[in-house]
């Protein structure tokens, strides 16, 4: 008999795993129907020994000391500050926007302030902001849009921003300095010895048992738990009662050079030319030392694994009715970016968790706390 089954193995259930088993002696049992644990976050060494992001880069930043110093129990950290660039009009300059990125594209020598006349002089006025192109082009102007916003998100989301809610690219600055760090949280950093690594660390604990290639729905009957933390898709979790929740989703393509380095930084964007959106070249992320050197090329799908939630009104108020039927599910607990449908970074899933935590031992007694 186990004190609880949790569902999925990545920040969400392997946070709350490890909190359970080593604060109050519970037992658990961890499932997860993928092949590793550390969900989204999983890395590993290809053919070539090189340390890739299985799906995709995943850098840490945060502005939470709490979640930070968590983690901290299972990690070493190397310092990283994500840069990333973007191929526009074949030039690369960095992303988001800032005043090298204009001062390049047009080959001026604008100062901050008179990029903020820049902007203004072009921006569009627009009446009331309700899609991701409106927030755009009532910022910097079409041009401007049509060159770095317009295609990535075409391609990213399969619709025209114009489609899509302001909240997609809102979540992308412009800045009229110079500061080309793409997060400007202040701690900003990787795991020293990679993801997978701390999530081994984490989940190691004599109370806790992990069964990879486990599908919820194939075991559910098969072992004696009291209490449930779920953190897969919450429709898959009711049997799409009320329809599925449409997630965007994305195909990695993983390549090898056989020479020491690619690109100047880590991710460039592509939003003009090419089927992908972006390329990434772990070396710079993880500070490995080889002489060849791996590439993710990323393209956006619409099948495959769940990986963003598409934000529209409608797909809200669907959540919305998961959401009751889940506040109403009793002795159930639903964690995570699937189980709450909502983008998060890692970051704050990792405070989502902690916090539920809390609220477990603040609701359920344990029998086994010393
Ligand atoms: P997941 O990591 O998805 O883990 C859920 C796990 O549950 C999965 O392993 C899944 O296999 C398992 N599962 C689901 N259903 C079942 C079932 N029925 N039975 C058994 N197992 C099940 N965040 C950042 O902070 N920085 C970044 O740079 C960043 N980059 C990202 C890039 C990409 C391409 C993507 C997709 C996400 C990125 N994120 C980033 C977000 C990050 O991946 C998530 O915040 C984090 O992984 C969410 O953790 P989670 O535990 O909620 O979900």
């Not at 194939?218 to 004696?224: H, L």
């Not at 539920?356 to 031992?361: K, L, P, Q, V």
Request: with cysteine; aromatic share 14%.
């Amino acid at each position: 008999m186990f004190d609880w089954l949790v569902v999925g193995a990545g920040f969400a259930g392997s946070v709350l795993a490890e909190r359970l088993a080593s604060q109050r002696g519970d037992r658990v049992l961890v499932v997860d129907r993928r092949p590793h644990v550390g969900g989204n976050a999983y890395d590993c060494y290809d053919e070539a020994g090189l340390l890739i992001h299985k799906y995709g880069p995943h850098i840490f930043h945060t502005n939470s000391e709490q979640v930070f110093d968590h983690l901290s129990q299972f990690t070493e950290w190397r310092p990283y500050e994500h840069r990333v660039l973007a191929e526009v009009d074949k030039k690369l300059v960095p992303v988001p926007i800032n005043l090298e990125t204009i001062n390049t594209l047009y080959g001026l020598d604008l100062t901050p302030e008179q990029l903020e006349e820049w902007f203004a002089a072009r921006a569009e006025p627009v009446k009331e902001i309700r899609s991701s192109e409106d927030v755009v082009v009532s910022r910097v102007g079409r041009e401007l849009y049509e060159k770095f916003f317009r295609g990535y998100t075409r391609k990213q989301w399969g619709v025209d921003p114009s489609e899509l809610d302001k909240s997609v690219t809102a979540r992308v600055p412009t800045r009229t300095n110079r500061d080309d760090r793409y997060f400007t949280d202040k701690l900003q950093y990787m795991p020293a010895a990679g993801y997978t690594r701390m999530f081994e660390r984490m989940l190691h604990h004599p109370n806790i048992q992990v069964m990879l290639k486990t599908d919820y729905s194939q075991m559910r009957e098969e072992f004696a738990y009291k209490r449930l933390i779920f953190t897969g898709p919450v429709d898959e979790y009711f049997g799409y009662c009320y329809g599925r929740l449409p997630y965007r989703s994305l195909r990695f393509e993983h390549k090898t050079l056989q020479k020491e380095w690619h690109q100047p930084v880590a991710v460039v964007n592509y939003p003009m030319e090419h089927d992908y959106t972006r390329v990434t070249e772990y070396k710079h992320l993880t500070g490995q030392q080889h002489p060849w050197t791996s590439l993710t090329f990323e393209y956006p799908t619409a099948d495959g694994d769940p990986y963003y939630p598409v934000p529209t009104a409608e797909n809200a108020d669907r959540y919305r009715r998961y959401e009751a039927l889940a506040r109403t599910t009793e002795d159930v607990w639903f964690v995570g970016r699937l189980a709450t449908y909502r983008y998060y970074n890692m970051d704050q899933v990792v405070g989502q968790a902690l916090a539920t935590y809390r609220r477990i031992e603040a609701s359920v007694p344990s029998d086994n706390r010393a």
